[in-house]
């Protein structure tokens, strides 16, 4: 196998705890993210820069990216909705932002209250501001096209659209932009074709990663699909928080922990070690003890005489 | 996408009814097996000829198999351990007996009891005891190879040792051998691999089918490299019955209402309506009331504006 090298950006604090009613404490937030840095998740995208009202559980993120800065080799990334979500994640040192466009103008009015064309000044105004910063200061900015594989109130999204859409995004001034199957409604023929459409369209930097859902059970196998058409940064939740299966409409992550085993087995480097990320399971758990956590390795475990893909890092060094 | 046809071979009627301790009854088996052919299942495992005292659940095999032989175009599948098992299938008219070899002998003597030699030896007898049926009375018979991914008592397994025995149980006298993935340690790389690892050595002709499992969340990105690579029938059971994701060392099969999703999303027929899939899940729910039933399509729904595959058979008639 090669030792190509794949990033699991862990989405968990941000969209797993925002899906939850639970609020978790500020200290148990440190202490789990510290746990999943120390486990190799090399990008953790911490909270969401939006009113405190709107998602109670999310209010201390400012906080929190404070702290996780000061984890080693950690990129702290974060949601902004707007130009002033982005003025306190600059503030607050982010280094990646990421703003959300819904394909479905429908979902986007109805989810944002917002039309393409708005999201797109607001991309506008944020891209000059990121561009007052110093370069060694400035954070990167990251356009997520949500339900790209199809809308619960629209039905099926035109590639068309996500392809104009993402164009739109990089004009605005995006650095990249990111596939969202934000439903649950991807199959692995659609995600391929999406991908290979888009560096198509808008040339083999314009995409890296993909959000993934498993409302409908396909998560795992829409990751293959674009990780063997090229993806190398895949979102992923640990326990799968806030997207219980059985509950339709919830957010249906991908688990982070079965996301670990698939990729190590086929031989692409996660620099995850499945112990530690045990252990930043078990502080999850003690944290939110209510919540109900999924996935199959905690309880499957790893296989008996299983090997981690070699790191091409590790090779070299 | 073309029209290629997937068989989905549902074995939940063998393999989960064998892991729960609920017994069903055999009026409500009869119902169960005829919703799933209404559904559009066209081979379904109905049992397994072993004596009553080691798997009650399926002691009605025989008189399940004379039922369900009366539903047009069914195949009717049965699991035989040895020569007994394979008289008694005969008598009762079953279509396709499939005899387990499990590649880790450890377990192997430990499950089945038996070594390597004494199963070839058992496959030698059933074949013929076949060859003395008319052909147009004669089932086929598969041999299917176990834990040809891994072994939770041997771990790692080798390949080599999966073609050897696969020549083996050939030469004996199958017409067909079958993978499984007894443990739920594949990855899609090595399922990959191994499919055309053994149609190099074996032929084409030698392997069509596939018996995967979900044990580590795994299952459907294991169909999709087995069914990108050629395979052309896929196991499958309805809710993962007897496969409870929480229950390790449980058989964790793959859940076939999650799997006509993927199938037919990718342009893949299976020939399997879902709402009649629905009712057979009703059915099976109605007759087990207390055995968990899994699966995300079912809470889920399929996609607004969801199209099946195009049938090739349907466009030609």
Same mark, same amino acid.
């Not at 083999?204 to 940064?233: F, K």
């Not at 509950?247 to 070690?273: K, Q, R, W």
């Not at 944290?287 to 090779?315: H, I, M, N, T, W």
């Given at each position: 196998?090669?030792?190509?090298?794949?990033?699991?950006?862990?989405?968990?604090?941000?969209?797993?705890?925002?899906?939850?009613?639970?609020?978790?404490?500020?200290?148990?937030?440190?202490?789990?993210?510290?746990?999943?840095?120390?486990?190799?998740?090399?990008?953790?995208?911490?909270?969401?820069?939006?009113?405190?009202?709107?998602?109670?559980?999310?209010?201390?993120?400012?906080?929190? @990216? !404070?702290?996780? =800065? +000061? #984890?080693?080799?950690?990129?702290?990334?974060?949601?902004? *909705?707007? &130009?002033? %979500?982005?003025?306190?994640?600059?503030?607050?040192?982010?280094?990646?932002?990421?703003?959300?466009?819904?394909?479905?103008?429908?979902?986007?009015?109805?989810?944002?209250?917002?039309?393409?064309?708005?999201?797109?000044?607001? @991309? !506008?105004?944020? =891209? +000059? #501001?990121?561009?007052?910063?110093?370069?060694?200061?400035? *954070?990167? &900015?990251? %356009?997520?096209?949500?339900?790209?594989?199809?809308?619960?109130?629209?039905?099926?999204?035109?590639?068309?659209?996500?392809?104009?859409?993402?164009?739109?995004?990089?004009?605005?001034?995006?650095?990249?932009?990111?596939?969202?199957?934000?439903?649950?409604?991807?199959?692995?023929?659609?995600?391929?074709?999406?991908?290979?459409?888009?560096?198509?369209?808008?040339?083999?930097?314009?995409?890296?990663?993909?959000?993934?859902?498993?409302?409908?059970?396909?998560?795992?196998?829409?990751?293959?699909?674009?990780?063997?058409?090229?993806?190398?940064?895949?979102?992923?939740?640990?326990?799968?928080?806030?997207?219980?299966?059985?509950?339709?409409?919830?957010?249906?992550?991908?688990?982070?922990?079965?996301?670990?085993?698939?990729?190590?087995?086929?031989?692409?480097?996660?620099?995850?070690?499945?112990?530690?990320?045990?252990?930043?399971?078990?502080?999850?758990?003690?944290?939110?003890?209510?919540?109900?956590?999924?996935?199959?390795?905690?309880?499957?475990?790893?296989?008996?005489?299983?090997?981690?893909?070699?790191?091409?890092?590790?090779?070299?060094?």
């Amino acid at each position: 196998m090669s030792g190509k090298e794949i990033e699991i950006s862990e989405v968990g604090p941000r969209d797993g705890l925002q899906s939850i009613d639970a609020i978790m404490a500020t200290a148990d937030k440190k202490r789990w993210i510290a746990a999943l840095a120390h486990a190799g998740l090399r990008e953790i995208e911490v909270g969401s820069f939006v009113p405190a009202k709107v998602l109670p559980q999310l209010a201390d993120t400012a906080e929190i @990216v !404070r702290y996780a =800065r +000061a #984890l080693p080799g950690l990129t702290v990334a974060v949601l902004v *909705p707007n &130009l002033r %979500g982005a003025q306190d994640a600059v503030a607050a040192g982010a280094h990646k932002l990421t703003i959300p466009l819904s394909v479905s103008e429908t979902h986007s009015l109805k989810n944002l209250r917002r039309t393409h064309q708005q999201v797109l000044a607001e @991309v !506008r105004e944020i =891209r +000059a #501001l990121l561009d007052q910063l110093p370069k060694d200061q400035r *954070p990167s &900015l990251e %356009g997520s096209l949500s339900t790209c594989f199809g809308c619960t109130l629209e039905g099926p999204v035109a590639e068309d659209a996500v392809l104009r859409l993402g164009e739109g995004l990089l004009e605005a001034g995006c650095d990249e932009i990111g596939l969202s199957d934000t439903t649950g409604y991807g199959n692995p023929v659609q995600v391929r074709r999406l991908i290979h459409r888009v560096w198509s369209h808008l040339g083999r930097e314009s995409l890296h990663g993909i959000h993934l859902h498993n409302t409908r059970g396909q998560g795992l196998a829409n990751v293959l699909a674009a990780v063997e058409a090229g993806i190398t940064t895949v979102d992923a939740s640990m326990g799968g928080l806030g997207g219980c299966p059985f509950a339709p409409g919830a957010s249906g992550n991908i688990v982070t922990e079965d996301l670990v085993f698939l990729l190590e087995a086929m031989g692409y480097s996660t620099g995850i070690d499945m112990e530690r990320l045990m252990l930043a399971r078990e502080v999850l758990a003690a944290s939110l003890p209510d919540e109900p956590l999924f996935g199959f390795l905690p309880d499957a475990g790893l296989p008996k005489g299983f090997q981690y893909a070699e790191r091409e890092s590790l090779v070299v060094a």
